[in-house]
């Protein structure tokens, strides 16, 4: 039983070499420079241990993906109100975007070669990338729609969608900023976002109040 418990602890510690691996090489050279070779060489191991976890590039990406993903849900648990939401999206997620240190947040600028890549349509990492998007957008709609608990239900739903709608383009702007190496004040910009987006709230109240 202890040898059984070593060999599968073993396991795991490999497994998460290689999607380290593949997390720091992809960072540099995007799902289509990136080979099992090269995750073999960064991550130090065999390349039959490689494919002995992973039996090809597209299942390796699906696993880094959903890898970062619960990453992602992990530290967005505790998100509180639109401005909070921002703060955390773009002055943590975006700005980090560039570089292996924060996981989750570094392979969602990888992911978006998979939205505009068109060729990769029937690839699986690709077709998991986007699921995974949804399910963020659903989250983060949630967590917004609660913002508005005196706002009747219809109201709230459409508001909490054109939130989401928006605060994901700002997200992803600021991911592509990011990864060209602008200089930008990420945490300013988070905050004026945020200001943008809730005076927009406003005046979608005072219209609804109106009607």
């Known amino acids: 039983m202890a040898t059984r418990r070593k060999t599968h602890q073993a396991s795991e510690v490999s ?6 691996a593949v997390l ?7 799902y289509e420079g990136t080979t099992m070779a090269d ?4 991550s130090g191991l065999p390349i039959g241990s490689v494919y002995w976890h992973f039996r090809n590039k597209e299942q390796l990406f699906v696993e880094l993906l959903d890898h970062c993903f619960e990453l992602w849900k992990q530290a967005n648990a505790s998100v509180g109100d639109m ?3 921002l703060r955390r999206s773009i002055n943590v997620s975006a700005a ?3 570089s292996v240190a924060e996981p989750a947040a570094a392979f969602w600028s990888i992911g978006l070669v998979f939205a505009f890549e068109r060729r990769l349509e029937d690839n699986l ?8 998007r949804e399910e963020m957008f659903g989250f983060v709609t949630s967590r917004l729609r609660a913002s508005y608990p ?6 709230a739903a459409e508001l909490a969608h054109d939130m989401a709608v928006m605060g994901r383009a700002l997200t992803d702007g600021f ?7 602008d200089d930008t004040d990420f945490a300013r910009y988070a905050e004026l976002a945020a200001d943008a987006l809730e005076s927009l709230v406003t005046t979608r109240l005072k219209e609804y109040a109106h009607v």
């Open 150 to 155: 005196k706002v009747p239900e219809d109201v």
């Open 83 to 85: 401005r909070d939401l």
């Open 125 to 132: 990492a690709r077709q998991r990338y986007l699921a995974i």
């Open 15 to 20: 497994k998460r070499a290689i999607l380290e």
């Open 24 to 30: 720091s090489r992809a960072v540099e050279a995007g």
């Open 39 to 42: 995750v073999a060489r960064v």
């Open 96 to 98: 980090a975007s560039a």
């Open 175 to 181: 991911r592509v900023a990011a990864a060209a190496g």
